[in-house]
């Protein structure tokens, strides 16, 4: 359900997929705004569930989806995600040849509580997913940085011994020939397979982290190589290579 308009998502028919699959077509194809006097919108606007009765001369339904389905009566529930109804479950009695009792559609409004908790949970995964890329890309960053400050720091009394600057430079100058320098570990192994060209899904695949992850450290070395894109990337590193 998308900004007041109900859409069918899934049917399903005990032993009957195809009158399901049609079922849902219908509902995919005319979608149902939430007007005034319709049992759905009273549905969303009250937030609990309810049974609908003498559906094939009731006003208030979803014509086409009532026509098709044959349906006497049935019970609906909001589905919740947070404080906003996100969907609407629906079932019926069809197949048993009676109407939907109260407990029928308590269970109903339990399978549709179950749903909110499941998508509460995947939503705290995403957002902890989010987090955790975001530390990673601090820790990665710090990690960089302590590396150069490492690659680049010198004792000045042991430069004036050795008669100023020329030990610096050569060290300047061997962390321009290779990139390698300028990336973490995983970043190296993650360039190589853009190397070999891999996907971002195939190299999350062979290093066992997510695509999110990938896409995040495929960011940080185009952005500390100063490269435009991948094929950028990678050229640099081969021309580095070959100049080490």
Not at 161 to 166: H, V
């Amino acid at each position: 359900m998308i900004d007041g308009v109900w859409t069918s998502e899934a049917v399903f028919v005990i032993d009957d997929p195809k009158w399901a699959d049609e079922i849902n077509r219908i509902g995919q194809e005319m979608p149902q705004p939430l007007i005034p006097g319709l049992h759905e919108t009273e549905i969303v606007r009250r937030r609990e569930a309810m049974i609908v009765i003498d559906v094939q001369r009731n006003s208030g339904v979803h014509r086409p989806i009532a026509d098709e389905s044959r349906s006497e009566s049935y019970a609906a529930a909001p589905i919740m995600s947070g404080n906003q109804v996100v969907g609407l479950l629906h079932g019926d009695c069809y197949m048993q040849g009676r109407d939907p009792s109260g407990a029928d559609c308590e269970a109903l409004a339990a399978y549709a509580k179950g749903l909110q908790l499941a998508l509460s949970r995947a939503r705290a995964a995403e957002q902890l997913h989010m987090v955790g890329s975001q530390l990673r890309s601090i820790a990665n960053d710090c990690q960089d940085g302590g590396a150069s400050l490492h690659e680049f720091s010198f004792d000045r009394a042991s430069l004036v011994a050795e008669a100023g600057f020329p030990r610096a430079a050569r060290v300047t100058k061997q962390a321009l020939r290779s990139v390698r320098y300028l990336l973490t570990a995983r970043e190296i192994q993650i360039i190589e397979l853009m190397a070999k060209g891999l996907s971002n899904s195939r190299i999350a695949e062979q290093l066992v982290i997510s695509e999110g992850t990938v896409k995040q450290h495929v960011k940080h070395i185009l952005r500390k190589l100063g490269a435009g894109n991948r094929v950028e990337a990678v050229s640099m590193l081969y021309q580095s290579d070959g100049a080490s």
